[in-house]
């Protein structure tokens, strides 16, 4: 506001946008996010897939890990403790999460890693690590064993393989889970 050429006063409208922006970073979260174990969720993996696939041309690694007889437990006991397998599943698996190791859930039971820029043998000694943990986890915790079989793939170059990368490593995961079943 002016009074003989000169500002006197400012007039304005001030709005709190906290609310708003609170809401915009909870969609944010909730669109790469699982609900349940507070993991990256399957919209993000696809996403980061196509980047490696498309636009990045790095060594990559995608391990999966597929827990055995969830559905046995949700039939079994109910699917709370199907989610508490769930739940600490994703617990043990996060704890091998890193810079360059990124942990998804991208189905019912089944979790992800996708380690970017590692050689083999980092790889391979990354899925010795889980599956040590696994053993000692359930040396522990005989309620509620987790019992996971794991598959991995590796590329020196991830463009343009990411979805043959991918097949390899289920594959793998199938193998192993089909010798597990045998050995039960």
Known sequence: ??????????????????????????????????SLTGLYNRQYFDKLMDTYNEKLNLPISL?????????QMNDQFGHKRGDDLLCQAAQLLGNFTSEHTTLFRIG???????VA?????????????????????????PHLPIYVSIGYAYTNSS?????????KADHHMYQQKSIRKSLV
């Open 63 to 71: 391990i999966i890990c597929d827990l055995d007889n969830l559905k």
């Open 108 to 114: 019912g039971d089944e979790f992800v890693f996708l």
């Open 117 to 141: 820029m590692p050689d083999e043998k980092e790889v391979e000694h990354l899925v010795q690590n889980i599956e040590r943990e696994i053993e000692k986890h359930n040396m522990n915790n």
């Open 159 to 167: 463009r343009g393989k990411m979805e043959q990368l991918y097949i």
């Open 1 to 34: 506001m002016y009074e003989k050429g000169k500002m006197v006063a400012i007039q304005g409208i001030i709005r709190n946008i906290t609310k708003n922006i609170e809401l915009q970073q909870e969609l944010e979260y909730k669109s790469t996010h699982d």
